[in-house]
Structures are given as C-alpha cells and as structure tokens.
C-alpha cells in the first residue's frame, strides 16, 4: 500500500517536473512580438492548422496561434478524401469546427481545397466514366463550396493542375474532364459560393514555364467570363536556393493579370533532397546522411535560413501593394510535413518557431524589418 503511493507520488511528481520544464518556454513564447501585428497595414499572416489545433487540444497552443496569426488555411481537413469519404457522404465535423475556430479567434479561413488530383475519396478509383466524374465534381464543388459561402473568406478552388513545363498535369480531371476543367470548377464555384474569393494555388509556379502554364489558365478563365480572384503561390522553398528573382517576377506577373498573389504555403526545407517542390506523390529512399540534424540545427544553417526569410519578407513588403496574404505550411518545426517528405522520420526546421514555439533567429530577422 505504502509503497504503491510512494510510487504514485514519484511519478507524479515526475510528471509534473517533466510538464514544468516545458511550462517556461511555451508561456514566454507569449511575450515575443506578434507577426500579425508586426505587418497588419501590409498583409495577412496565416497558418496552416492541424485536427488537433483546430479542436484547441493544447490551450497554450491555441492562445500562440491566436496571437501570431490572422487566417488559417486546414492543412489536411477540407481534403475531398476527408470532407467527403464516399460517393453520397459528407463528412462536415472538422471543417464546420474550423469555421467556429476561425469566428472565435478573429482569423479568416482560406478554404483547402475543392479540386486536387490528390488526398481524393477513395471511390474515385472505382470510377471509369466521365459522367460518374462530372457528377462528383459538380455535386463536390456545390455542396462544400455552397455550405462554407459566408463562411470562409476564400477557395484554393483547384490545386496544383500544372506540370512543371507549364502542360496541365494527367489527373483523373483532365483525363475524363479535359482541359476545360479548371475553368469548369471556377464556374461552379462562382455559383455556390459567391460571396467567396477564388483562388488557384500550385507550387513552383514561380518558375518560368509553370508560370506560363499558370498565367494561360488565369487568362483562359477570365476569357470564359468566370471569376478567379487569386494566385496562390506555394513556397515550399529550399535553404539557400530560394528563388528570388523569380518570385519578384512572378509577383509582378501575376498583378498584372488583375488578381491578387499570395503566398500559402511557405517553408523552407533545411534536409537535403534530390529534387524542388511539393509533389506528394515523390518519394527519397532514407540513407545515412538523409537526417542529418537530429540533434539541432548547425548555427551556420540557422543563419542562412534567417537570411532566406529575410530577403523573401522584404521582397513581399517592396510589394505589399500586390502580396496579400503570407500562410505558413504549419505553426513551429514540429507541425511541418516535412518531418515526413519525403522521407519519414525526419528532424526538419523549416518554419520561424522551433518545435517549443521559441522565435528563431529567423523570426527575429523578419520582425527587424518593420523596426
Ligand atoms: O490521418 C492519417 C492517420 O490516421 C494515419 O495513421 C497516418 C499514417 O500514414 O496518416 C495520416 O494521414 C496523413 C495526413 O497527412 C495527416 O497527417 C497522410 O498519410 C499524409 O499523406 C498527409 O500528408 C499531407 C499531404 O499534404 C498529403 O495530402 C500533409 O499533412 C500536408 O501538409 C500536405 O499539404 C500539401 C498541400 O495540401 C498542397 N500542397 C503541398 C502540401 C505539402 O505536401
């Protein structure tokens, strides 16, 4: 008897110690000067939010993002795969949550996403006709997009349709729908949800052909008379190669089409990788060098990664006039996909909050920039 209790109170009071010594460093991230302030006269700031943020697990979490950021886009919850699991049932829990989050908290929802070759409902696979897939795509876009309009401030309406050479991707849209897809799905999106801004979002498109391929959709779109209010330009970037010249251009091209840019899902990978941008579908097979900073970031990438974010946040104010959101592709290092792509396992530092919501030099260095 005495000795269960002994131990129970050991444990404890191991716990406690064990919660203690993590209490100081998530209160003080409190403190620290808030992002959405920091740049509210130049631009939304966003996140990205997983299931267990949206539901407000961690108070101290929620309090952080709410301080930190102004919109919010679901990382994974509004995916066709989860909104929508079978041929004739939703599933709206998660997203309908979201919305209450974002009415709560004072943050605008950036709807993610209706079209996208990928996370797809699993029935998709089963269909081999073009009149089973127009059905879904009407039925999917005007029931999600008509249940939200009023609700969010906006759709990635289609995701990620172009190659890299600007050619539209083969997905099981363009090959039952044909190329008129994208526009098709802007059309519809229109009807349901006017009252929303729409958005066509891909990564890489800042590279010179994917832009082509990007800047023919926007004007193919326009020419049918439909709506498209924005580009969304990914930015899943990589240390020392973020390509700024390009995103400048991509900025001004874009404007000049008469939509707004913004930027949605910015990271900057510190792992090394083979290949650019955010295709889910590649993969790397792990090696020994593959996960290299398991045990912290050296100060010399940590540098570079300030620098990085630095010239990228001043390139976004030099165009303030244009760039209307900045979205981070999750909260702090441990949120991030690219602890696990496209190797899984990984230890990755790709955001401005470390894995206890600590600012990185990187954050201090984006902050200095409005002093
Ligand atoms: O929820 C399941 C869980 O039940 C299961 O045990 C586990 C095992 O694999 O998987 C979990 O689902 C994962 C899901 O994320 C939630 O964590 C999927 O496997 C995983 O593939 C999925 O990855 C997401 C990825 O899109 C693929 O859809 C990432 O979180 C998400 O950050 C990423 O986001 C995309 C954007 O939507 C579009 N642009 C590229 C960007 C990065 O890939």
């Not at 009071?13 to 000067?33: E, H, K, M």
């Not at 929303?196 to 590279?207: A, S």
Request: hydrophobic share 40%; with cysteine.
């Amino acid at each position: 008897m005495y000795l269960k209790k002994y131990t129970f109170a050991i444990s404890t009071t191991a716990l406690l110690l064990a919660n203690l010594s993590l209490l100081p460093d998530r209160a003080s991230a409190q403190n620290i000067p808030s992002l959405k302030d920091t740049f509210k006269k130049d631009f939304g700031i966003g996140t990205a939010l997983n299931t267990a943020q949206i539901e407000e697990r961690d108070p101290q979490m929620t309090a952080f993002i709410v301080r930190q950021f102004n919109m919010a886009t679901p990382e994974n919850i509004m995916k066709s795969a989860l909104i929508h699991p079978k041929w004739d049932t939703y599933n709206f829990e998660m997203a309908d949550k979201l919305v209450e989050f974002g009415k709560k908290h004072n943050i605008k929802i950036n709807g993610h996403t209706l079209i996208w070759h990928s996370q797809l409902p699993p029935f998709i696979r089963g269909i081999k006709s073009a009149d089973s897939i127009r059905t879904f795509f009407n039925d999917h876009i005007k029931t999600v997009a008509g249940r939200y309009d009023g609700k969010v401030l906006s759709w990635d309406v289609v995701n990620e349709a172009l190659n890299e050479d600007g050619t539209m991707r083969k997905s099981v849209f363009l090959q039952y729908l044909g190329d008129d897809f994208v526009t098709e799905a802007f059309r519809l999106a229109q009807q349901a949800a006017p009252k929303t801004e729409l958005y066509y979002n891909d990564y890489n498109n800042e590279q010179p052909k994917k832009r082509a391929g990007c800047i023919e959709l926007v004007k193919k779109i326009k020419a049918a008379g439909v709506r498209i209010d924005g580009v969304g330009i990914q930015g899943h970037w990589h240390v020392g190669k973020v390509p700024l010249n390009d995103i400048e251009e991509s900025i001004l091209q874009y404007a000049a089409l008469g939509v707004k840019v913004m930027f949605t899902e910015l990271d900057i990978e510190v792992l090394p990788r083979n290949f650019q941008g955010a295709d889910v579908g590649q993969r790397m097979t792990a090696n020994e060098q593959s996960n290299p900073y398991t045990a912290g970031l050296p100060d010399s990438v940590q540098q570079q990664l300030a620098a990085d974010y630095e010239a990228l946040f001043k390139l976004f104010l030099k165009h303030k006039d244009k760039v209307t959101r900045v979205t981070f592709w999750g909260v702090n290092d441990a949120d991030s996909w690219l602890n696990n792509w496209p190797i899984r396992g990984r230890t990755s530092y790709p955001l401005l909050f470390d894995r206890k919501n600590q600012p990185k030099p990187a954050f201090e260095k984006v902050i200095a920039l409005k002093k």
